[in-house]
């Protein structure tokens, strides 16, 4: 009895300590992403963000969203209301917000990075898979540089 004791406490750590690795070469990956996005010194840009979850279908359509100075100042063309906050996210607050949920430890968790400019283009986490509904992504296309 105590070997098979043994035996599901092994597994039960090497499990764990999988999932320690593989949650610390996903924040590694982050940080490179995070590094090479400042390293471009981009502080205004238009961007289309889409979100992905269970929600009003007012926050999932896709939006135009205006960066300037790294604050979000226009959504479709029209200006940003602060109440609105938790809807947009800028790259910065991109980066912030999947940090955040790698912490979290989440069941499932995909993210894409661009490789010329190294913002997260596409980022989704099931936090538990065991619960529906409570998924959420974004992704952003459309990058425009402003000057």
Known sequence: MKKVLLLIS????????KDIIVLDAELDRLA?????WES???DSYEITQEASCFCASEFVFPKLLRIEDKRLVEVNGGPFEEQFSYEFLTIDE????IEERLLQQPAIARIF??????FPYSFYFDMDERIADEEIGFS????YLLD
């Open 140 to 143: 952003f296309s459309d990058f």
């Open 10 to 17: 092994f597994f039960f750590l090497a499990s764990c300590e």
């Open 32 to 36: 490179s992403f995070r590094t090479l």
């Open 40 to 42: 471009n010194n981009i």
């Open 113 to 118: 990075y661009d490789g010329t400019y190294g």
């Open 94 to 97: 991109a980066f912030d917000f």
